[in-house]
């Protein structure tokens, strides 16, 4: 498939401007070849537009590089991917929102962000128009006997972000679940644009509070991939030791969360225990609980020195000694079992089809983790495994996590014994030259982050794109719900655990 | 689940003694929250939080006062999942446009007398948002704010100060 793309590509050359991937421009005819090929051995990685363009990601399923191409847009119209590829609904949707252009044939055409509360439309279009009068929000719906709507939201019952979800129910069973999300744009890119790198960084550091290594990670090496920047050795290691460190916190916070929303509180006790252990360790030796900040364009910004390695073995240790009871505890207890086997399955065809990565894709097979699929430094010289079931549904979720934490130990620990001595920061090279683009894809502890930005001739963004894990995980999260009891919902979404910021951006 | 339970029994407790109130956030509610609130609500605050498009930083710390480590249950401060039920408002995030509407309901839907906490840089002035055009650039714009805890996001215990000190104001 990888020699197909290649060969659909033949005759057109990589932009001179992009760096860290090849960038073609592409005809019509090349375009709808490759649209035609997403989720049938080509993945499409993020999709989102330009004044004059609009660019795909794609990556061959079965391995090899990441390629970006570009189509040009012609009176605000460009050839439809969702049409021909479920996965790119949402993608296109909030093109149409920001930039102010649309898919051709586009199968689905209601706005999504853009809920008529600001004070202009298409914010990212060079010429935005004022406000448009939003038509009330029509949902999908279901037509049948004795089916009754039940609407959640945007304000929740619980602490979590807000988004309307709108359950279409025979009696308890779920016949369609719809997700409304937008509630929390900040307008992020448009943020983004006219700043320097560093400028940016804490904005894009605060795409998902609770992924803001990755983030910040994603952004630093977009910058310095744009930039030709080689960071310091030692930065590489310690950024991988700062995300394996978001991820155990995460890791450790859901599968508790999980089993809480199956009311067994006492698995959610314990590794809100060992969450707070990590967020402790992390202010100790990073100087933020949520490591916020830490990782920036040309390294990190806080050493770690003697003591704070000292606090990180020490935590290594804890969790280490207490997991076996934990994970024993979830494996012998049946009623809660109960709850999450055969709950909320997704197919391994589906999960293939969306190209859905993090634990929701290698929880149904699909065993993509940007840490190994598209290696960057220092994963390329770590040995690791990278966990992957096929059943698909809450409880093996759940085991993905708890083997991504074992896992995550036994990278910290290779990390802690191989970081050497050395400078963590460098400043950003060819910052004032002529406009370069620059493109990251890393792990987060929800999946793959996708991160594209282009750097004027001053050195300052002319724009900025990012797509989380959640983007393909909130359609799956619909299709999984289908015929599942409403009493099982949370369950399912916080098996999820979706980003509503970094989705809504 | 015997043998886990057992062992918790007999372990240390994990929980961490009360953090003094903050003198900042203490001053600025003297002000607002006359004692008549306390012989009202008594011991015990029920708050609702509703996140006005936080990046998600302020809820994990929120949780995280509800950990065996913070407990703040012990302090008579409970989440409730419904404003019907609810003392105190607590709101983070910079106020996104698309959450007004839902937020000036919620705030409706409780009974008086209520209070509301700006929770975060976000909800105190918009933080790195403020310029946007999503955004209200804080919950000042859309509410009457009883009290500003900032942070990026708060930590468990300025949190927890913030809401002792509307206890004992």
């Not at chain 1, 709850?339 to 929880?363: D, H, I, M």
Request: hydrophobic share 40%.
């Amino acid at each position: 498939m990888s020699k197909n793309l290649q060969e659909i590509l033949r005759g057109t050359r990589p932009l001179a401007s992009q760096h860290g991937a090849n960038r073609h421009r592409v005809d019509t005819e090349r375009w709808q070849l490759i649209t035609g090929r997403l989720g049938r051995g080509l993945d499409m990685l993020a999709l989102w537009a330009d004044p004059a363009e609009v660019h795909m990601a794609v990556r061959a399923s079965d391995g090899g590089a990441l390629v970006i191409v570009s189509h040009k847009i012609k009176d605000g119209v460009f050839p439809s991917v969702a049409a021909h590829h479920p996965a790119a609904g949402l993608a296109e949707r909030i093109i149409r929102d920001l930039n102010g252009v649309h898919g051709d044939a586009t199968p689905d055409g209601r706005l999504w962000l853009d809920h008529g509360n600001w004070p202009l439309s298409a914010p990212l279009s060079p010429t935005p128009q004022a406000a448009q009068k939003v038509p009330p929000y029509t949902f999908l719906g279901a037509e049948g006997e004795g089916i009754h709507q039940i609407p959640v939201g945007p304000v929740h019952a619980g602490i979590i972000e807000p988004g309307h979800f709108r359950f279409f129910c025979v009696g308890e069973t779920v016949v369609r679940l719809e997700a409304r999300l937008g509630y929390t744009h900040k307008g992020i890119e448009k943020l983004l644009e006219g700043k320097t790198p560093l400028q940016a960084a804490p904005i894009a550091a605060r795409i998902s509070g609770d992924s803001t290594v990755a983030y910040a990670l994603a952004f630093a090496r977009a910058c310095e991939s744009a930039t030709g920047t080689e960071i310091p050795e030692r930065a590489h290691w310690l950024r991988a030791l700062l995300a394996e460190l978001e991820r155990l916190a995460n890791h450790c916070g859901d599968v508790g969360a999980i089993c809480n929303d199956a009311a067994f509180a006492l698995m959610h006790a314990h590794f809100g225990l060992l969450r707070e252990d990590i967020l402790h360790a992390a202010n100790l030796s990073f100087g933020h609980r949520l490591m916020m900040d830490v990782i920036v364009p040309g390294g990190v910004s806080h050493d770690l020195d003697t003591a704070g390695e000292k606090v990180l073995r020490t935590l290594f240790d804890g969790l280490r000694a207490r997991l076996p009871d934990l994970i024993d505890l979830y494996d012998n207890t049946p009623s809660l079992q109960n709850r999450t086997r055969n709950t909320g399955t997704l197919s391994a065809e589906l999960a293939a089809k969306f190209g859905t990565g993090g634990y929701v894709g290698r929880a149904a097979g699909r065993e993509f983790d940007a840490r190994k699929a598209t290696p960057y430094p220092p994963y390329d010289q770590l040995d690791f495994d990278v966990p992957c079931l096929e059943a698909g549904d809450v409880n093996a979720r759940i085991w993905i996590r708890i083997q991504e934490i074992e896992q995550s130990l036994h990278l910290c620990d290779a990390i802690l014994g191989r970081i050497s001595k050395g400078d963590i920061l460098v400043p950003l090279e060819n910052t004032d030259t002529k406009p370069r683009e620059g493109v990251a894809l890393i792990e987060g502890f929800r999946g793959d982050i996708f991160m594209w930005l282009r750097l004027g001739k001053d050195g300052r963004i002319t724009r900025c794109h990012s797509r989380d894990p959640s983007q393909y995980h909130w359609p799956l999260l619909e299709a999984v719900i289908e015929n599942n009891i409403v009493a099982d919902f949370p369950i399912c979404n916080k098996s999820f655990n979706c980003a509503y910021s970094a989705s809504d951006l | 689940m015997r043998k886990l339970l057992f062992k918790s029994i007999f372990a240390n407790t994990a929980t961490t003694d009360a953090p003094a109130p903050s003198p900042a956030a203490l001053e600025e509610l003297g002000k607002q929250v006359n004692k008549k609130a306390k012989a009202l609500l008594g011991r015990s605050l029920a708050i609702r939080v509703v996140d006005a498009g936080s990046c998600n930083g302020c809820e994990l710390e929120i949780h995280a006062v509800d950990n065996a480590v913070y407990d703040v249950s012990r302090f008579g401060i409970h989440f409730v999942a419904s404003p019907r039920h609810a003392d105190v408002l607590l709101v983070t995030g910079p106020t996104t446009r698309n959450m007004v509407t839902a937020l000036k309901r919620t705030y409706a839907a409780m009974p008086a007398p209520k209070w509301v906490i700006a929770s975060g840089d976000c909800a105190c002035d918009g933080c790195v948002f403020a310029d946007s055009y999503a955004v209200e650039g804080g919950l000042d714009a859309v509410l009457d704010v009883d009290l500003h805890i900032p942070g990026c996001p708060p930590t468990p215990t300025a949190l927890l100060q913030g809401m002792l000190a509307l206890m004992t104001a």
